[in-house]
């Protein structure tokens, strides 16, 4: 896009948000799909800023490919693998629950987050909307697709500042401020506007948990069938961490809808949806014992 010959063609919008549209585009030297999101910049000189912040993305986790534009100096051009197995909620909810695909699930979720936060990138919106299925590399039915995070809108890249130098960043002791999310995946704390990356522990906690047990919600607003995990209060579902944030001591029902589950499953989740995010496992730990849960418990999912 920088040279004066185009070097996609979009093909169709594949999805909006706040922060810009995504389409589905072919590569004209190859006709490789890929997926294009069009980042809308408010101001020129938010371009520089909106540059610098998705280029840090882009080194350190996403592997994409920026392409600016400078005749359209409002809008930035990301471009990425395109995923043709549609999000999570799609794929998971089209299919019966299967053992070998909910282990791969999770193995593959834990990675990415543990990626992430050794990056010092906190995610703020981890939900099973924004994890994108690929199944286009598959050479075999045998093979589980594979998971790629998305959506990096109101991800929040942990500097230095103020801290030594000398030592490494630790994201769990970079606190925000700013309240944001998806109601059904957000930790009680940042409900309160003050949080670290053991947010995102809780939300893959609630992601997990509605995956194992294909806990599921309709969107108000889409009407659509969504994974996720909740507290029933009467006639109304509340979200985890809405509830937790009103009665930090409450105790969740784990599990809500199998007869049983493994003891240690059971416990490693209760323990990232734990109240007190210090009481949560960070992102490396939790990694360390997903694998252990995964393959030294053959029996881990009942």
């Known amino acids: 896009m920088v040279s004066s010959q185009p070097k996609y063609d979009l093909i169709r919008e594949v999805g909006r948000g706040s922060y810009g549209v995504v389409y589905e585009a072919v590569i004209r030297k190859t006709s490789a799909r890929v997926a294009v999101k069009k980042i809308r910049c408010h101001a020129p000189e938010n ?4 540059l610098h912040y998705v280029d840090s993305l882009v080194e350190t986790s996403l592997k994409g490919e920026i392409a600016f534009d400078p005749r359209s100096a409002y809008y930035l051009w990301f471009v990425m ?31 990415a987050l543990a990626f992430l936060h050794k990056n010092q990138i906190i995610h ?12 286009s590399r598959l050479d075999t039915s045998d093979l589980e697709p594979t998971l790629k995070v998305a959506d990096f809108g109101l991800s929040k890249v942990c500097s230095a500042f103020g801290q030594n130098p000398e030592e490494p960043v630790s994201v769990n002791k970079c606190f925000l401020s700013t309240a944001c999310g998806t109601d059904f995946y957000m930790a009680p704390e940042v409900w309160e506007g ?9 939300a893959l906690g609630i992601i997990i948990w509605a995956m194992l047990e294909r806990i599921t ?31 930090p001591k409450m105790e969740l029902l784990i599990p809500v809808k199998k007869k049983s589950m493994n003891g240690r499953m059971k416990q490693l989740i209760k323990e990232m949806l734990a109240a007190n995010p210090q009481d949560r496992p960070d992102a490396f730990e939790l990694e360390l014992r997903l694998v252990q849960i995964a393959f030294k418990d053959s029996s881990w999912e009942t």
Do not use: W
């Not at 693998?81 to 999000?87: E, L, S, V």
């Open 47 to 50: 371009v520089e800023l909106a």
């Open 124 to 135: 703020r919106d981890l939900k099973p909307d924004n994890i994108l299925i690929s199944q």
């Open 217 to 247: 919600f309709i969107d108000t607003e889409t009407k659509k069938e969504l994974l996720g995990s909740y507290v029933k209060q009467g006639t109304e579902i509340v979200p985890v961490g809405e509830a937790l944030l009103e009665n």
């Open 81 to 111: 693998d395109f995923c043709d197995g549609g999000d999570m909620n799609e794929y998971l909810l089209s299919r019966k629950p299967n053992r070998k695909t909910n282990t791969s699930f999770m193995l593959q979720l834990s990675s």
């Open 194 to 202: 003050h949080y670290t990356a053991k947010a995102d522990i809780f």
